[in-house]
Every structure is written in structure tokens, then in C-alpha cells.
């Protein structure tokens, strides 16, 4: 068959079935062919691999169908505000996760079997960014349960669980020990990646649900000790974070000044204290603690000029603050190295940061391995001396005969985070960071729950879920019930029974004195029918969706003012320009809806019975769009096969 001309100009999607492929694989298939069977469809709803990957737990697929214009608002509410809100429901900082979140969701989004993954943190960015515009706020918080929590640290978990907790009823008082809440959102990533005045409004807004209470530049273990809080307060979070960098383990290392760790140069140049650094840097590492290091480095260069602030490592270590402008003013241009023991293509860096920082002039050395800090008469650093590596079994080798030595004025090394535990010796699993169980409570101390880096340090995501868990944890205990059994894929869930309330289309109540105890009816009011909701248990794989119904659709990007080599000195505006609400809307329309109806009708069309049918308009919901006369059907598949996103089964019957 000739092509059509106008499908010649697009680029084509997937073919349903490969050339020469005539013959189905499985007599299990094959019942498609046949006239009847015993089986009918269901309505499976299962979770996406979009949420599936996402360590906060965020229901993607929700709000994404919200902006695609498909999901409808409550009367009164902009779809805006309603998918800030489905949004906001795991995650209380879409706005910056938007930005800096390396977004595993999109790796695992089926859609990448096609052209490309959904702009997941791109829609994302742009309802939290619509949000601090608009002045949305959270529902308001519940009633007081008269049960208070003490939350240490005011960094991504331990807003995240002030935020939940509150949410259930609880009040909070947060202990931080900086002047500023935000750990890492603050102190750890520069501003030109995270605007701070969307940074201060996503935190206010927490603070705006009330009875959250904050007590800066307080030290538990040392401003306030641990027995305190047993005595003050009936449960304790620990959210303290990982903010002391690990050093070389190299000879020459320890005790040189000029040798500083990632996290104690960024905190520097986060608080303004750090205007300039030295002429040559070199940074040891490879994720995205390593790039941002590098990043600031270029962009604050170094100076020529003599005197108090000349030597970075001075503001560093010592807390000093360079306040003479003239040294900024008079910078020039750093020479920056990253290196890296694993290939570039194996970096945990996102891809697009390690692509920007070589853009802005960041030397990047994969490959290569450390083996001694060079000193001078002074006893400070003069060079690193690094040599090529290969990974063997997890661990680098030297490759004899690589051996050569990089010149630094400046050493930093981003290898990895550990927890300040002074003080608090009690809850030190000998490893710097503080055990957790499953449902993240500190094993034999009760009353203590822990989330974020503390425990192991990963991304910021990761921390805002492991809160979301922490506060259910601390929820069940506050009201003294069995803590309930986590879901398999433990996430926030599309909830038809909460959607069909919200539409008032509840289910009536059964009562068996008036109705007797038949209940397999399909007439009922009282049931939701032949639905079932295996989200806890399942994520959809491409394998089960029809992919073919999906034309070429490429993705909207967002821009991005990177500046180049020689424009990067002084550029400190933020890189990314988010999408408009036109983009926004047509990139959700990206979303394939895995597992979900989206309301695209083709079982209506293609059924050759009539069988399935729209339900009654004043009765539809998400998830409730059509539904089955099973007199009608005789079971031969079609629907099923024609669903663009796996939610019809053929699962009912015998």
C-alpha cells in the first residue's frame, strides 16, 4: 500500500508489528482472531514508570493529565492551582525540583520508546513557578492533634516532613543550626540554579500552614541536648543532613589549607562570603556537587590583588568573610579542571550540567585517579598528581606510565558527604550516619524517625519521599496505631473513590439488612464495577501499551543562557527560561498516560458490538470514562488490543 504524502513529512512513531511478522506468537494471542471467549474486559489501573522512578513518590501522570486539559478541575478552581496542588501533594517544592532535579522519572518514561521522554521537571518548573506568581497556597492544615514533633535540620527532608506532618494535624518546631532554612537548597546549589527569592516563597509557603515553629543557629547535641527533646517534645525527626565533605584519601592531603572540600566551598560562595577564587582549580569528583564547584569557580575567577580574602581557602576554612569588592571587580579568569574516576558517559552528573560546565570553559579529565597532594616549602598545595585509571570490580587501577601532575592553586574534593554527628554519639552507627528502618524509625529508640542524607546521601528527591514516609511513620505512632504495611511501588497514587467524592458520584452506602448479602451485582450504586487497582503492586511496561496510536511528537525544550568560556566570568543569572503555558500544555499532551484511561475512545470506535460505551456524561470521571455492556460483549479482545495505555484487560469471566 502506497504511503500517504503527508505521512512522508512526518517522522514515523513504531510499527505494531515488524515486516515478515504474520503469525501471532502465542495461542494466548491468537484468541484475538476468534469470534468469542470466555473473557471480557476490566479496567486495571497500574502505576507509571514516570512515578515508579520517582524517589519523591509524585503522581506525575495525575497532574500531567490535569495540564494536558483532560483531568477537570473543581468548579471554581484554575487548572493551574489544581495541578499545583496534585503536584504539590508529595512534593512541596515544584518549582525548584523543577530545575535541579536530575529527574530519574524521565528515564524511566515509556514515552522513550518512541522519539523522547516527557518534559517532566519542564511542566514541573512551570507550576511551581505559576504558583509563586499566582500566591497559591496549601489547603489549610487541619485542627491541632495537640502532639508536637521536633524536626533537626530545616534543610529538603526536614521541610518536606514539617510540611507533611502539619498536613496530618501535627505541630513542629524545626532546630537549624545555619541562619537560613534550606540546607542544600541554600548552601549547597548556587543561586543561578536556584533562584533564591523561588526558594524563600516555597518555603514560606510551608511555613504559611502555621504552628511550624523555627529556632535558627541551634546545635542539638550541643545548643540543646537529645534528652531535651525526649522530655519537650513526642517525637523526634532527625533530617540533619550530610553538610561535612570527605577529603582525598592521598598522602599530602590532611591539614593543607589550600586543600577544601566541595560542600565547604560552596556553603562559602552561598553566603556570600567567597568573591573570588584561586588562578588554577582542580576538583576532584564527578556528580553534581563536582559541577556546581567547577560552575562557581569559573564564574568568580580569581584575583591579582593581595590582601585579606585573596586566598580562597582562608573564607573556606575560617569563616572569613571577604567583604573588599575590588577583589571581584578586579577578577580574571580561573584555569578549572574536573577530574573524575569513571568515564564521562558513567558520571553521576546529569548529562546537560557536565555538557554546560565544558561549554563555560571547565577542562574535564575522565578516567583518572588522584595519588598525592604536591607541596610546596610553605606546606601548601602546588598540584595534584593524578594518572589514568580503569574500573575493575567497582575499584580503580592505576595505568602505569600515566603519571603526571596537574598544578593547583586550589584543591577541592567533592567525593562524597558525610553527617555532623557532635554530640550526638547515641545515634552514630560508627559510619557517620544514622540507621533507619524500613518505614525509616531509628531501630531500639522510639519516638525517633529519621530521613534524608543522614542516612545515605543521594538526591534532594530522594530526601523529600523518605520524609513523606517518616511523617506517616510518626503519624501511626502519635495516635499509638499499628504502623501500616508500605505498597510495593510506594507512591502517591491516583485514588478513584477520592475522585469520585470529589465529583460527588461516591458510591451509596451498603447495607445488608435492607439489601441483603448479594453483592455481585452490576447494577448496584454501591460499588465501583469491574475496576481494579493494582497501582501498590504494578508498574506498566511499554510491552502492554498500544504504542502505535502515538504519532511523532517532539519534545518542548526548555532554553537555556549558558554562558560560553569567555562570557562566563561574573554571569550569575539564572541559566534555564521556562516553558510557557502553551508548552507546558502541549508537552503534557506528551504524556501517554500509562495505565490510565486517557479518554482517547478508540475501544468505542473499534468495538464491532457496540459493547463498550461512554458512561453517562453526568457520571464520568478520571478513570470512569467508559464501561462495558457485558450482554453485548463476546469477548474478542479488541478493546484491549486497541488501548493506547494498557488499562483494559481482558481479565473478567469463568
Known amino acids: 500500500m502506497v504511503t500517504p504524502g503527508n505521512e512522508t513529512k512526518t517522522k514515523p512513531s513504531w510499527r505494531r508489528y515488524v515486516d515478515g511478522q504474520q503469525e501471532w506468537e502465542s495461542w494466548t494471542d491468537k484468541i484475538f482472531a476468534q469470534d468469542s471467549s470466555h473473557k471480557c474486559p476490566t479496567y486495571v489501573h497500574k502505576t507509571p514508570p514516570c512515578q515508579g522512578s ?20 473543581p468548579a471554581g478552581v484554575s487548572w493551574e492551582e489544581y495541578a499545583f496542588q496534585r503536584a504539590s501533594d508529595a512534593n512541596p517544592f515544584p518549582a525548584l525540583m523543577g530545575r535541579v532535579c536530575p529527574a530519574p522519572c524521565q528515564v524511566g518514561c515509556n514515552r522513550n520508546e518512541l522519539e523522547d521522554f516527557v518534559g517532566i521537571n519542564a511542566v514541573e518548573q512551570f507550576l511551581g513557578d505559576t504558583a509563586i506568581a499566582n500566591g497559591y497556597a496549601f489547603a489549610p492544615a487541619p485542627a491541632l492533634s495537640g502532639k508536637r514533633v521536633a524536626i533537626i535540620g530545616g534543610g529538603p527532608a526536614g521541610l518536606a516532613g514539617a510540611y507533611q506532618l ?29 533562584p533564591r527569592d523561588t526558594l524563600d516563597a516555597e518555603i514560606q509557603r510551608i511555613l504559611d500552614l502555621g504552628e511550624i515553629e523555627v529556632r535558627f543557629k541551634t546545635r542539638v547535641g550541643l545548643d540543646v ?25 592521598v598522602p599530602g592531603w590532611a591539614g593543607t589549607p589550600n586543600c577544601v572540600s566541595g560542600v565547604a566551598f560552596l556553603k562559602a560562595f552561598n553566603e556570600g562570603r567567597m568573591k573570588v577564587t584561586a588562578e588554577r582549580v582542580v576538583c576532584v569528583g564527578g556528580g553534581d556537587t563536582s559541577i556546581d564547584v567547577v560552575s562557581v569557580a569559573r564564574r568568580l575567577g580569581h584575583s591579582t590583588k593581595t590582601g585579606p580574602g585573596a586566598l580562597p581557602e582562608a573564607v573556606v576554612r575560617d569563616g572569613y568573610v571577604a567583604h573588599d569588592s575590588a577583589l571581584a571587580a578586579a577578577a580574571e579568569g580561573a584555569h578549572v579542571t574536573l577530574t573524575s574516576l569513571f568515564t564521562r558517559e558513567a558520571m553521576t552528573a546529569s548529562e546537560h550540567e557536565v555538557h554546560d560546565a565544558t561549554y563555560e570553559g571547565v577542562t574535564i579529565l575522565d578516567g583518572v585517579m588522584p595519588l598525592e597532594v604536591l607541596l610546596g616549602a610553605d606546606g601548601r598545595a602546588t598540584g595534584l598528581k ?20 596537574l598544578l593547583a592553586d586550589l584543591i577541592v574534593s567533592a567525593i562524597g558527604q558525610g553527617g555532623d554527628l557532635t554530640g550526638l554519639a547515641a545515634l552514630d552507627n560508627g559510619r557517620g550516619f544514622i540507621n533507619a528502618d524500613k518505614l525509616f524509625q531509628v531501630p531500639n529508640r522510639p519516638g525517633h524517625f529519621v530521613a534524608g542524607d543522614i542516612i545515605r546521601p543521594h538526591l534532594l528527591t530522594t530526601a523529600i ?38 465529583a460527588d458520584l461516591a458510591p451509596t452506602p451498603f447495607k445488608v439488612q435492607d439489601q441483603g448479602d448479594l453483592r455481585g451485582s452490576c447494577d448496584g450504586s454501591y460499588a465501583i464495577h469491574n475496576y481494579e487497582d ?13 504504542l502505535a496510536h502515538f504519532n511523532y511528537h517532539p519534545r518542548h525544550l526548555r532554553q537555556e543562557e549558558v554562558p560560553s568560556a569567555e562570557a562566563v566570568l561574573g554571569h550569575f543569572k539564572e541559566r534555564v527560561i521556562g516553558l510557557t503555558a502553551a508548552e507546558a500544555i502541549d508537552e503534557a499532551k506528551r504524556c501517554m498516560s500509562c495505565g490510565m484511561c486517557f479518554e482517547c475512545d478508540n475501544c468505542v470506535i473499534f468495538c464491532p458490538q457496540g459493547a463498550v460505551y461512554r458512561v453517562d456524561k453526568g457520571s464520568r470521571t478520571t478513570g470512569r470514562y467508559v464501561a462495558t455492556d457485558y450482554a453485548k460483549c463476546i469477548g474478542c479482545h479488541i478493546c484491549a488490543d486497541v488501548c493506547p495505555t494498557g488499562y483494559i484487560k481482558m481479565g473478567l469471566g469463568e
Open 225 to 249: 541536648q537529645l534528652s531535651d527533646l525526649e522530655q519537650d517534645f513526642d517525637a523526634v525527626l532527625w533530617a540533619i543532613g550530610c553538610q561535612s565533605g570527605r577529603g582525598l584519601p
Open 54 to 73: 520517582c524517589p519523591s513518590g509524585e503522581d506525575i501522570r495525575g497532574w500531567l493529565a490535569i495540564v494536558r486539559q483532560q483531568e477537570k478541575p
Open 166 to 194: 502539619r498536613r496530618m494535624g501535627h505541630a513542629c518546631t524545626i532546630f537549624e543550626a545555619n541562619e537560613g532554612l534550606g540546607g542544600m537548597f541554600r548552601y549547597g546549589i548556587p543561586g543561578y540554579r536556584v
Open 534 to 546: 493494582r497501582a501498590g503492586a504494578e508498574v506498566i511496561g511499554q510491552d502492554e501499551l498500544f
Open 386 to 405: 593524578v594518572a589514568d585509571c580503569r574500573m575493575t570490580d567497582g575499584r580503580p587501577v592505576q595505568v602505569e606510565g600515566t603519571e603526571r601532575v
Open 465 to 502: 519521599g523518605a520524609a513523606w514516609v517518616a511523617a506517616d511513620s510518626i503519624d501511626a505512632y502519635l495516635r499509638r496505631v499499628e504502623q501500616r504495611r508500605r505498597p510495593k511501588v510506594d507512591v502517591h497514587h491516583f485514588n478513584l473513590l477520592e475522585k469520585l467524592i470529589e
